[in-house]
């Protein structure tokens, strides 16, 4: 019987695989997904010098959620508002650090995500 060990040594195996082969990176967010319970799971990058976010990588999303992101969510994401307004710069961390789950869930960009079926995961 596979153990939640098992299963987390298995996301973490596929995750460094997918670092080297590219290729991988949707099947790695789909078993993330599954290992979170999650509907849906993406990578949403912030370049804080041109002050641009996107969403290129992404599992069980519609296929426009990024052009959705790129076009109007990215600019009501509250995830990269905080971002910016921190001023932060090499920074990996939870959502969760940039905008408490109480806040977030208060934005139009939590209900909208939820309302279409693409949540964006809080990580």
């Known amino acids: 019987m596979e ?3 098992d299963r987390e040594s298995e ?3 596929l995750l460094y695989s997918a670092a080297a082969d590219p290729a991988l990176w949707t099947e790695f967010l789909a078993r993330l997904a ?3 319970g999650a509907s849906a799971t ?3 990058s912030h370049d804080p010098s ?3 976010n996107c969403l ?3 599992y069980g999303m519609p296929p426009d959620a990024p052009i959705l992101y790129a076009k109007y969510y990215g600019t009501i994401d509250p995830w990269f508002s905080a971002y910016k307004r921190k001023n932060l710069r090499r920074w990996i961390g939870l959502g ?3 905008c408490p789950p109480s806040q977030f869930e208060s ?3 939590h209900t909208d995500s939820v309302t279409i079926g693409s949540k964006f995961s809080r990580l």
Do not use: N
């Open 50 to 52: 041109s002050q641009t």
């Open 42 to 44: 993406g990578f949403i």
């Open 107 to 109: 934005t139009e960009y």
């Open 56 to 58: 290129d990588l992404h």
């Open 11 to 13: 996301v973490l195996d």
């Open 96 to 98: 969760s650090d940039l």
């Open 3 to 5: 153990t939640r060990v």
């Open 34 to 36: 599954g290992h979170l």
